[in-house]
């Protein structure tokens, strides 16, 4: 057997025996395990007719501390004779996905036009006037942001990016009561505990039909009322087709022959990498002996409030927003009455070379440049925001 082999820590084997461990006096398989050393954990029974039930369903280890848990699920298929599925939970490290919050913006919903009316009634001189461009940057992006919330409808969502879309709450709720009756009917093995069990279970399945084809069908009425032209149009065709992008998920991290697995070190580590990268020696350099004469000098500049409108007015509004949260769509929707203030904005910016420091903020998303993903030098950075 593979045992023998010295390379191998683990050993697993799993499957339909048809070897009953209920009654382990005829047994085959028992024999075996001991002569190996192995361990056959589940101990429930697997099979069911009309009269009878036993375990031939099995999972057997050479080592079973790496087991958390091991059980025996629900029937997947509504038969007088069936066979359950076996639960068995490894204790191996791997990489969580964890959940977090996130503001969403409903801008369909949306009252711009009083929207507009909120920022035209902002005394943007007394801004003006404070002649300091961190304050003006934060104050104009206070201002958007308190308007916003007053006219566009927004909730704060929990985010799971391994759930499937069409996985809504009411069917979360209806497969957990499903799990619960199984329990018990499992538990104390009253045929009316069964039956509202096989009852439910068809609920639960009906309930998933039903909610895979309402978001199925919204997509179809999205990808209809949107332009072949925008990215919106081609997710939309791939998540129609089951295409799957990428996993944007980030794998571990090889640093100082050490593994990151956390996703917030993992996210400090490439900020200290890109942020490295604009980091240059030059304590040895030395100045070119001879320096050319410059005639020719760029003068004030000084941005027009049309100009800026007219940017504006053309940005894309379905881009993502910056750490500010400020959304192109904000932008563009007010460009009316922002053209103002940014105008002003701009221009102080220029004349006293100041750039705000929180739009020197950006999310970076890395991308992989080669077969190699845990080492952050092979990547490179897309820059949003």
Not at 220 to 236: D, G, L, Y
């Amino acid at each position: 057997m593979a045992s023998n082999d010295n390379t191998i820590n683990y050993i697993m084997a799993t499957g339909d025996f048809n070897d009953n461990q209920l009654a382990p006096v005829n047994s085959k398989i028992t024999p075996l395990l001991s002569q190996f050393s192995l361990t056959q954990l589940i101990d429930e029974p697997t099979h069911f007719t009309e009269s009878s039930s036993s375990l031939l369903d099995l999972f057997i280890t050479n080592d079973a501390h790496i087991i958390t848990y091991c059980g025996v699920g629900p029937p997947l298929l509504d038969q007088i004779r069936f066979h359950c599925p076996i639960i068995v939970l490894l204790n191996f490290p791997k990489c969580v996905q964890k959940t977090f919050k996130r503001k969403i913006w409903l801008y369909d919903r949306g009252d711009y036009d009083r929207y507009r009316n909120i920022l035209s009634e902002k005394n943007w001189d007394s801004v003006i006037n404070l002649n300091n461009v961190e304050q003006f940057t934060t104050e104009i992006t206070k201002t958007i942001i308190e308007a916003a919330e007053k006219c566009i409808p927004n909730k704060i969502i929990t985010v799971r990016k391994n759930e499937p879309p069409w996985l809504t709450n009411d069917v979360k709720k209806k497969i957990r009561k499903k799990n619960r009756i199984h329990r018990k009917a499992k538990k104390y093995n009253n045929p009316s505990d069964w039956s509202k069990f096989k009852k439910i279970r068809n609920e639960v399945t009906s309930l998933i039909r039903k909610s895979k084809e309402e978001y199925n069908n919204n997509l179809i009425k999205k990808i209809m009322n949107s332009s072949p032209s925008t990215t919106n149009w081609w997710k939309t065709v791939k998540q129609i087709s089951g295409l799957k992008a990428n996993d944007a998920s980030v794998p571990p991290l090889m640093v100082n022959n050490n593994l990151i697995f956390d996703e917030i070190e993992k996210a400090n580590e490439f900020n200290r990498f890109f942020s490295s990268q604009s980091n240059i020696d030059d304590s040895s350099a030395m100045l070119p002996e001879e320096l050319k004469t410059i005639s020719d000098d760029i003068g004030y500049i000084e941005l027009t409030v049309t100009e800026v409108e007219d940017i504006l007015k053309i940005v894309n509004p379905t881009k993502a927003s910056g750490p500010d949260l400020i959304s192109p769509k904000l932008l563009k929707e007010a460009s009316s009455v922002l053209k103002y203030p940014l105008c002003k904005l701009f221009n102080l910016s220029l004349s006293t070379s100041t750039f705000p420091d929180q739009w020197k903020r950006a999310n970076v998303t890395p991308v992989y440049k080669n077969s190699k993903p845990n080492d952050d030098r092979n990547v490179f950075g897309i820059f949003r925001g």
